[in-house]
């Protein structure tokens, strides 16, 4: 599976930005997408993740980014989308797509990353 992510940029906080995955390789029926973020000098972290086979959706709750991030996936175009709305400064990151079979416990596929960076 190859993955493209693209859609970061520079936002004021309170901004929105959708950032965009782009899936390829594979068919992805049995697959689930997520996004990462990784903030300088820290760990990367899960932000949410959807499963292609029934559209479920599941975000971090310690991220704090229920009610202001949307994961969602339009599958003719094998597209994954993060919609991120209300930004904050905290926010600020590189944001990675990936991809995990759902037969396996990890996610092995994963996309360039895309910056965002939210000024206050």
């Known amino acids: 599976v190859q993955l493209q992510a693209s859609g970061g940029g520079l936002v004021q906080a309170g901004g929105s930005l959708r950032l965009s995955c782009a899936a390829s390789?594979?068919?992805?029926?049995?697959?689930?997408m997520g996004w990462f973020r990784q903030a300088p000098g820290t760990e990367r972290e899960f932000v949410a993740a959807?499963?292609?086979?029934?559209?479920?959706?599941?975000?971090a709750d310690s991220v704090n980014v229920e009610g202001r991030f949307t994961i969602s996936g339009d599958n003719a175009k094998n597209t994954v989308y993060l919609q991120m709305n209300k930004l904050k400064p905290e926010d600020t990151a590189v944001y990675y797509c990936?991809?995990?079979?759902?037969?396996?416990?990890?996610?092995?596929?994963w996309g360039q990353g895309t910056l965002v960076t939210v000024s206050s």
């Open positions: 959807i499963s292609w086979s029934d559209g479920s959706t599941h975000y």
């Open positions: 390789g594979r068919t992805l029926s049995r697959y689930f």
């Open positions: 990936a991809a995990r079979h759902s037969g396996e416990g990890s996610y092995g596929y």
